[in-house]
């Protein structure tokens, strides 16, 4: 039996924080890899932090992505990047650094790599003190890395926007920020059309 490993990696929105058991995008990943690649023994790691950025990734890589040695890595951060907090906030540059290095560091291991947008977030004066118009201007520099290093992009700021049509209510949670039920199965259905034939040619070699 052919054997894979898939590292999803990032901050709270790859963890699942607050989701009902079950129904994150890792977990909805991990059961349909299981129907649909039976033949195969795939492993899916959430390596998801709460509160994370790029500059906490940065310092997981080696533990929590490299040391597994995955064919497959998919990176989300930036929610966290982009806010209006002296705790969390990575400026720009700082942001492109630290995805220059994940990503090099990642692609010198043979190791393929995914990049996700942040989805966008229902603004308000209290939580979740971000705005969309600094997260999409972080949303474009995830959209150059991708460019710039010839990966896969998931654009699931544009994905969110499309099916909400104004209405993100439905797919975010109470805060404003992390993803509702509704908004994970959305979540996971993106991901998995972009990354099936990825899991096929694995399966295929």
Not at 34 to 42: T, V, Y
Not at 167 to 180: F, N, R, T
């Amino acid at each position: 039996m052919k054997e894979a490993t898939i590292v999803c990696f990032g901050d709270s929105i790859t963890y699942g924080y607050c989701a009902d058991y079950g129904t994150d995008y890792v977990s909805l990943l991990r059961k349909q890899l299981k129907e649909d690649f039976p033949q195969m023994d795939i492993t899916v790691k959430n390596k998801g932090e709460n509160g994370e950025t790029s500059r906490e990734g940065l310092r997981r890589l080696e533990g929590d992505v490299l040391h597994y040695n995955p064919q497959l890595v998919i990176m989300l951060f930036g929610s966290n990047d982009c806010a209006f907090s002296d705790y969390q906030h990575r400026g720009i540059e700082e942001f492109e650094f630290n995805y220059d290095k994940i990503i090099n560091a990642v692609q010198d291991a043979g190791i393929q790599l995914v990049l996700l947008t942040p989805p966008p977030v229902i603004e308000d004066d209290g939580m979740p003190f971000i705005e969309n118009s600094v997260l999409n201007t972080y949303c474009d520099i995830i959209k150059e890395k991708a460019e710039e290093y010839g990966l896969m992009l998931i654009d699931m700021n544009k994905a969110f926007n499309g099916v909400a049509k104004g209405d993100l209510a439905p797919l975010l949670q109470w805060d404003g920020v992390h993803i509702s039920t509704l908004g994970y199965k959305l979540f996971f259905e993106t991901v998995y059309k972009h990354i099936k034939p990825l899991i096929e040619e694995l399966a295929e070699k």
